[in-house]
């Protein structure tokens, strides 16, 4: 136990401005795209603009004889450069499709590689593409999920002998007969459309070869360098000290740069192949077409309950799009799976039931994208409570009242295996009522609807798993190991400190708060610690960012290492200040005898250590560095309550957002700025995809929405002014009692927006039940309603 805590200043919890800004904001940032080497190749993309179809002959004898042409590589051109890699699970059911640089025999969406043209500048692959000839044998395509479940639907993938490429139930009680016995139920369909994650900075990836060594140096806009690192190393047999990825700073990723792309296979073997630099920088367009998307799910719901609203079993059935390949390494199911594994949400539901299945469509893949398939199960669960709630004339905030697990049920285990341990479900609603100010809101909205005017209250509350640990897979059954992470923390001769860690932020402010972490438990200046992140080789076994884990397991690692450095400093500093190290403190950057002027600074200890001759015994002069790795184990519970209110234009059926409360619970909070900015961000992203942003198709599986003329995002405008309330119950299963909170923001807007919109409209009598509610949809709704009471 560290007995001088207590005499430290406290680093964390205070609102300190991101170190990363200054650089960021004054165009000092190092993207990839920025990186210039000289005699550089690039590389550009001949892709598919069919959504299924057989390629019968590639001709690209003209590309090939183009100006400033190197190389051209087909999918047969690569034969024996590389091992194709798969996105395994254990989890029966589930059907694994090959990870490949270009298509090969096939295309299955538009948008996928099947040509790479190298060429001494972009401009000139970009002019070589256009002369490659494809002659394509177009096959018939189902682009509904539904249609492609049919028996006779044309097959993606022949070797699977099915479009339904995984399968999963998660069952507890006797959910048919719950559900037949009770005395009041509410049913419905319920479609989420598919979207992109739009980062602000498109993919990109850029590889630099050492003939000597046969190495790479992989520069990727990723947020797991460590996993490409390791799934590069197999495909190409290098290993890991001759293979290194770095994502310098990264624009944003949003889950999207979390997987192995195709691109950035190809870049890496053709950097080899060839023994030159590769570099390739997607455009909008690109992205638009071929970055992992997401939310594509439909869901069959029925909810039971008592007369007095407590819910008694709840049944779905989940259709999702997972696109035309498993993304790698998270596996197609790692979205519709994770809709019925949260589908319960924050409620005590005694009988449960939830069967998925996961379909292959001519669509570009799908992957994590930020709250990963929870957006999905918070708006149905909240859309059906809410539909209860009025089916039994309930005030909404009452029936979650009924529901919400209590603070005596924790640890609370649903149906699909997942454990809340402990966090404020019902402290949540509360706060997020009381800062809206809830009932003075209702009586605002009964004037509004006295006046004519559509004005609505929306909530929606939500529980998810953050900072996983060992004992679950972030994907169902994926065999990498993502729950766990190192710190390596070193001071050098000059008294600096730098601290490596195998994660890679992209946004967070994660070089901020780990460094507060840092300061707080070694006792060094803030201003002093330099975080290392987004390098492969920072430490032996790292994976990334994502699924809200940075924090918790950087957090935790941080302060067991932060703390084994701290005790080598005490004890090389008891030596030269001639006290026992129980009676010194180490804080900001000085050491201290407690309750006498005796100190000695960071910079003077580690010169005594590293440099000075006879300053030190021996014993004494140990390396100030620690290396440890934390594993929370199963993870912590993150919990939070959204309430929106909005108003509906009768003239432009435009959803104006009039209030927005948050009150979230993410634990011990190490920066409240940096957490109120992760929130509002998440809650921006949200209202996206509640109500404006949507990839479409047509019935030949075209891409409609290829440019952000079509692919509409919200703008400044648009967002409203967001409240953040705070709970911080120090989670009692993570060290530092951290929670995760990254994705939350996401989570809980959608519902509590469609929540909004629906009571809005109660008048009329509809029910949304699909999202995004655009403003066309608003107009069939309540012109079908209108014509319906005519």
């Not at 806009?221 to 290098?238: F, M």
Request: with cysteine; charged share 20%.
């Amino acid at each position: 136990m560290d007995e001088t805590a207590h005499l430290r200043p406290k680093i964390i919890g205070a609102r300190i401005k991101r170190t990363e800004d200054p650089r960021l904001l004054t165009g000092h940032g190092n993207f990839v795209d920025d990186r210039q080497v000289p005699n550089a190749l690039h590389v550009a993309f001949r892709r598919s603009d069919h959504a299924h179809a057989r390629i019968v002959a590639i001709d690209a004898t003209k590309a090939k004889a183009a100006p400033g042409v190197v190389a051209v590589f087909t999918a047969q051109d690569l034969d024996g450069l590389f091992e194709p890699l798969k996105a395994t699970s254990r989890m029966a059911g589930y059907f694994a499709t090959p990870l490949l640089p270009l298509a090969r025999g096939k295309v299955r969406y538009v948008g996928e590689p099947v040509v790479a043209v190298v060429a001494e500048s972009r401009y000139l692959a970009e002019d070589a593409v256009e002369l490659i000839e494809i002659d394509f044998a177009t096959l018939p395509a189902a682009v509904d999920p539904e249609a492609a479940i049919g028996a006779n639907a044309p097959l993606l993938h022949e070797e699977a002998g099915t479009n339904v490429i995984l399968s999963r139930e998660f069952k507890r009680g006797d959910v048919d007969a719950a559900i037949a016995t009770a005395p009041f139920k509410v049913k419905r369909r319920f479609r989420m459309r598919r979207k992109t994650p739009v980062a602000i900075e498109a993919r990109a990836c850029l590889a630099e070869y050492d003939t000597g060594r046969d190495a790479l140096t992989v520069y990727s806009t990723t947020q797991v360098p460590g996993i490409v690192r390791d799934a590069l190393s197999q495909a190409l047999d290098l290993p890991g000290h001759r293979l290194r990825v770095i994502a310098p700073d990264v624009g944003g990723g949003f889950g999207a740069k979390g997987s192995l792309y195709p691109e950035e296979l190809l870049v890496a073997i053709a950097a080899r192949q060839l023994e030159r630099t590769i570099k390739w920088t997607s455009d909008r367009m690109e992205d638009l077409a071929s970055t992992s998307q997401a939310f594509d799910e439909i869901v069959d719901a029925e909810l039971a309950f008592d007369r007095d609203g407590t819910a008694l079993a709840l049944a779905a059935d989940v259709i999702g799009d997972v696109g035309a390949y498993s993304i790698y390494p998270w596996t197609a199911a790692l979205e519709p799976v994770q809709v019925v594994s949260f589908l319960p949400g924050p409620y005590r539901i005694p009988h449960s039931r939830g069967r998925v299945r996961g379909v292959a469509t001519p669509k570009a893949p799908t992957g994590p994208y930020r709250g990963v398939g929870r957006p999905i199960s918070t708006f149905v669960m909240e859309r059906l409570m809410d539909m209860a709630a009025r089916q039994l004339g309930l005030d909404p905030k009452a029936m979650r009242e009924r529901n919400l697990v209590t603070a005596a049920e924790f640890p609370y285990k649903v149906a699909s295996g997942i454990v809340w341990d402990h966090s404020g479900f019902r402290e949540g609603l509360d706060a997020a009522c009381r800062a809206i100010g809830y009932d003075a809101l209702r009586a605002q909205q009964a004037q509004a609807r006295a006046d004519g005017r559509w004005y609505g209250i929306g909530i929606a509350s939500y529980a998810e798993l953050t900072g996983i640990g060992s004992r679950i897979s972030v994907a169902p059954g994926m065999p990498i190991n993502t729950g766990t992470e190192t710190a390596d923390i070193r001071i050098d001769s000059t008294g600096a400190v730098t601290a490596a860690f195998g994660i890679a932020a992209h946004g967070q402010g994660l070089e901020t708060t780990l460094a507060q972490v840092v300061a707080e438990h070694l006792g060094a200046r803030f201003e002093d610690i330099r975080i290392v992140q987004g390098d492969s080789a920072a430490v032996a076994g790292g994976t990334g960012t994502y699924a809200s884990r940075s924090t918790v397991l950087a957090g935790g690692a941080a302060t067991l290492a932060a703390e084994a450095v701290r005790e080598k400093v005490l004890n090389a500093a008891s030596h030269l200040l001639e006290a026992a190290p129980a009676d010194l403190v180490a804080a900001n950057g000085t050491i201290t005898v407690v309750g006498t002027d005796r100190s000695l600074t960071f910079r003077a200890l580690a010169r005594a250590v590293y440099s000075e001759m006879g300053r030190l015994p021996p014993e004494a002069r140990g390396e100030l560095a620690a290396s440890r790795t934390y594993d929370p184990v199963f993870g912590t519970t993150t919990s939070a309550t959204h309430i929106a209110a909005v108003e509906i234009d009768p003239q432009t059926y435009e959803v104006r957002i009039d209030r927005y409360v948050v009150a979230e619970d993410c634990g011990r909070i190490i920066n409240p700025l940096i957490v109120d900015g992760q929130v509002r961000g998440g809650v921006a992203q949200g209202i996206g995809v509640a109500l404006f942003e949507e990839v479409v198709h047509d019935a030949q599986g075209q891409l409609l929405t290829a440019s952000l003329v079509d692919y509409v995002v919200p703008a400044a405008s648009e967002i409203p002014p967001v409240a953040v309330v705070h709970l911080e119950t120090v989670s009692p299963t993570t060290l530092g009692g951290y929670r995760g909170m990254g994705e939350g923001g996401t989570i809980g807007s959608p519902a509590a927006v469609a929540n909004a919109v629906a009571d809005a409209l109660a008048p009329l009598g509809i029910e949304i039940d699909e999202l995004p509610m655009t403003p066309e949809r608003l107009f069939r709704l309540i012109e079908r309603a209108q014509n319906a009471k005519s």
